[in-house]
């Protein structure tokens, strides 16, 4: 069996792995620095106790699907207020409850969500308080 | 194979009783209901309004300038692209089949508060494709912002005109936006939500307290010792085009 144009073809595969591999030979060996949100806002320095909502853990791991639940209970079912599992209650607000300690936005929110390239559109209509003309 | 008579019937009639109890036991109209937040929505209390713009002043804008403030409401200039969630409009426009040439001068020159009617059987909700529109316990007719997909299926459904698309990216048009209330966004549609925002902390809607003449009055139609009942009782309304069937709940005194 012959292999016509067989240089080119099998250049071009070459080619193909090297490229399709790209991510995960490219970042071996080197460190990238893991993102540091920031708890320095003067709101979370007057707390006595430095808690979240609901604990670190949990928050950082499923903020997201907090948030769809408060959006949901708030807006579709008109109930506004959220209880934590330590029994104490919030305001089921983005701007209000959650920017009110986490002030800091783009040393909190946004240094995490561009580490992995997320994008929530919740400040498209949201508003930053910091922002406010 | 050969069956009897009585063995076909059997089946048959076992066949046709696995169609039937499903439908029966969670018919589809059940399915339907669940859906509405609250579910009986009709025997629950329903807010409307009741506007004398009798008493309104010739020029007087407190009550859009309040709401559009309050809700962040983007004044854009151009009318194919504005957006508004209570404006004014003349008498001819706002009852075309109650108005005539031989009405007096005042009554044609009268400037009627218009908003989203709150209809209690509301079309927007019927057409929109994402339920984004919904109807609350109490009657608000309300928008899910999250949801809307910029269809503008409501905006066709609405008799009153009372939606609005953002054709544009709202922000830029905001003079003073209020941090307490969020902005839409470009491809949205937007309506007066009576206000649910202020209602769930206990405030009137934000038009009605703006109104130094009291013109505008809020409160809950299926109490009968109610401010707005008694008024309403009192003096003769209209509302508009209730000919279909639409039910709005803002009445006005003429």
């Known amino acids: ?133 | 194979m050969e069956k009897s008579r009585r063995e076909f019937l059997k089946i048959a009639g076992v066949s046709t009783l696995s169609l039937i109890v499903p439908m029966i036991s969670f018919p589809t109209w059940a399915k339907d209901n669940l859906t509405i937040p609250g579910g009986e929505f009709l025997t629950a209390k329903r807010w409307g309004m009741a506007i004398d713009a009798s008493k309104c002043p010739v020029g007087c804008v407190d009550c859009i300038t309040a709401c559009h403030g309050a809700h962040n409401v983007p004044d854009i200039a151009n009318p194919r692209h504005e957006v508004k969630w209570i404006g004014q409009e003349k008498f001819a426009s706002v009852f075309p089949n109650e108005s005539h040439p031989y009405l007096r001068d005042s009554q044609k020159q009268l400037k009627l508060p218009v908003l989203c009617n709150q209809c209690a059987n509301p079309p927007c909700v019927r057409v929109c494709p994402t339920k984004s529109t919904f109807q609350r316990q109490d009657g608000i007719v309300m928008m899910d912002y999250h949801r809307c997909i910029g269809c503008r299926l409501c905006m066709a459904a609405c008799p009153y005109g009372a939606r609005s698309m953002n054709y544009r990216e709202p922000r830029p048009f905001i003079a003073k936006l209020n941090p307490d209330f969020p902005t839409r966004t470009k491809g949205v549609v937007e309506k007066c939500n009576f206000c649910q925002e202020r209602l769930a902390i206990g405030l009137k809607p934000a038009c009605v307290t703006a109104c130094k003449n009291r013109a505008l009055v809020f409160g809950d139609m299926e109490n009968p010792q109610s401010e707005i009942r008694l008024l309403i009782e009192k003096h003769f309304n209209l509302r508009r085009r209730a000919n279909l069937g639409t039910q709005p709940q803002i009445y006005y005194i003429v």
Not at chain 1, 36 to 42: M, Q, V, Y
Not at chain 1, 45 to 69: G, I, Y
Not at chain 1, 76 to 102: M, P, Q, V, W
């Open chain 1, 1 to 133: 069996m012959k292999l016509y144009n067989g240089v080119k073809i099998i250049a071009g595969i070459v080619i193909f792995v090297v490229l399709i591999t790209f991510p995960f030979w490219y970042g071996k060996g080197k460190t990238f620095p893991q993102p540091a949100p920031s708890l320095d806002t003067p709101a979370i320095s007057q707390l006595k106790d430095k808690r979240c909502v609901e604990e670190t853990a949990f928050m950082r791991a499923n903020h997201m699907k907090l948030l769809v639940t408060w959006r949901e209970a708030s807006v579709r079912e008109g109930n506004r207020h959220y209880s934590a599992t330590d029994g104490r209650i919030f305001e089921a607000k983005l701007s209000g409850t959650c920017l009110k300690c986490h002030s800091n936005k783009q040393q909190f929110c946004d240094r995490c969500h561009n580490y992995v390239g997320a994008k929530p559109n919740c400040f498209s209509c949201h508003i930053i308080p910091g922002e406010v003309k």
